[in-house]
């Protein structure tokens, strides 16, 4: 199965702050990964599918870039509602697999 | 409106089956490919089972390989995933989700392990 390796597990943030997210692939997965975030309680939210397609809906401050085996979710200004758990999941080929999850924080 | 709405979770022991379903609404059920995710308490996601929109292609986490049948009923709109050999392991909020890109959630059903 293909490893999903993600990074940091969690950092501290402020309102305003760019973050950066990574995930690694043990083999190349193309284009096939996409990032979700879940608050406590609730059912993940899709935020970037196909690596960098911003899904309807969610805002422009969230990006995502890369191919292969490495890449990145950004949020240009981090705004009270992004304090949640972030995941990447690829879906390239079965069994899909996530990453571990980052858990930004204030 | 998207509408996922799973069911059949409960309290199991040890080495029993589940049945769980989930009734999915407000698109055209068998255009697509659907999947099962799990979140055990606490624990990050795991993708759990997936199947192509006319069944003739599933596949498994290996955690749940040989135990777990995905299948769909399309005139019925419905999902399910049938869980044999359960373990505490599989102790989990089990969520059903619709392709492409997992999009769209159901709210979850529990399902306990415990003797």
């Known amino acids: 199965a293909i490893q999903m390796t993600q990074s940091p597990s969690s950092l501290s943030a402020s309102v305003g702050d760019r973050v950066t997210i990574t995930c690694r692939a043990s083999?190349?997965?193309?284009?096939?990964l996409g990032w979700y975030h879940q608050k406590p309680g609730k059912a993940p939210k899709l935020l970037i599918y196909?690596?960098?397609n911003l899904q309807s809906g969610v805002p422009s401050r969230f990006s995502g870039s890369g191919s292969g085996t490495d890449f990145t979710l950004t949020i240009s200004s981090l705004q009270p509602e992004d304090f949640a758990t972030y995941y990447c999941?690829?879906?390239?080929?079965?069994?899909?697999?996530f990453g571990q999850g980052t858990k930004v924080e204030i | 409106e998207v509408q996922m709405v799973e069911s059949g979770g409960g309290l199991v022991q040890p080495g029993r089956s589940l049945r769980l379903s989930c009734a999915a609404s407000?698109?055209?059920?068998?255009?697509?490919?659907m999947h099962w995710v799990r979140q055990a308490p606490g624990k990050g996601l795991e993708w759990v089972s997936g199947?192509?929109?006319?069944?003739?292609?599933?596949g498994y986490a290996d955690s749940v390989k040989g135990r777990f049948t995905i299948s769909r009923d399309n005139a019925r709109n419905s999902l399910y995933l049938q869980m044999n050999s359960l373990t505490t392991e599989d102790t989990a909020l089990y969520y059903c989700?619709?392709?492409?890109?997992?999009?769209?959630w159901g709210q979850g059903t529990l399902v306990t392990v415990s003797s």
């Open positions: 989700t619709k392709a492409p890109n997992l999009a769209n």
């Open positions: 407000g698109f055209t059920f068998d255009d697509y490919a």
């Open positions: 199947i192509s929109w006319n069944s003739g292609s599933t």
């Open positions: 083999q190349d997965i193309r284009n096939n």
């Open positions: 196909a690596a960098s």
């Open positions: 999941l690829q879906d390239y080929n079965y069994p899909w697999t």
